[in-house]
């Protein structure tokens, strides 16, 4: 593949590709850092985890996916995390060699939420799916 291949002149949006998820990456890391030291607004509260970073296909937005335990102080991260955007964006901008960091949009990200409430039903209906119910029954009829 020649360089023209790889050049972008139509200015049309594409699919981020490497670079769109080497910067992904990067603006994970830097901001879940970021939330680490600590982010001064009272609204920040409980366990705050940076899943994972959605590029445009322009690169020019970031969507910052965050789950937040307990659940209940959710709403309230969130808040507080696109307030704290702007600073997030220039603290991405300082600590990388890129010349232009994308907006910042944080969004709860519940996924693990649901999987936990998933695995909770399933053990209730009796699918526990780590096997040791049946090995337990097993030692029991084979002690008597």
């Known amino acids: 593949m020649n360089r023209d291949e790889h050049s ?3 200015g049309a949006p594409r699919a981020p590709g490497h670079r769109g998820a080497q910067m992904a990456s990067l603006i994970q890391r830097i901001v879940q850092m970021e939330i680490l030291r600590g982010i001064a607004d009272p609204r920040m509260r409980g366990l705050v985890t940076v899943l994972g970073v959605d590029m445009s296909a322009d690169l020019e ?12 102080f959710g709403s309230l991260n969130i808040q507080a995390l696109n307030h704290a955007a702007s600073h997030l964006r220039r603290t991405v901008l300082k ?7 994308p907006k910042l949009r944080f969004v709860l990200d519940e996924s693990l939420k649901r999987a936990a409430e ?10 526990d799916s780590d096997g040791d119910d049946g090995q337990q029954e097993l030692t029991e009829i084979t002690d008597t």
């Open 118 to 127: 998933v695995e909770a039903a399933m053990r209730a209906a009796g699918g």
């Open 95 to 101: 600590e990388s060699r890129i010349r232009h960091a």
């Open 8 to 10: 972008h002149h139509s």
């Open 61 to 72: 937005e970031a969507s910052v996916r965050v789950s937040v335990l307990p659940a209940e």
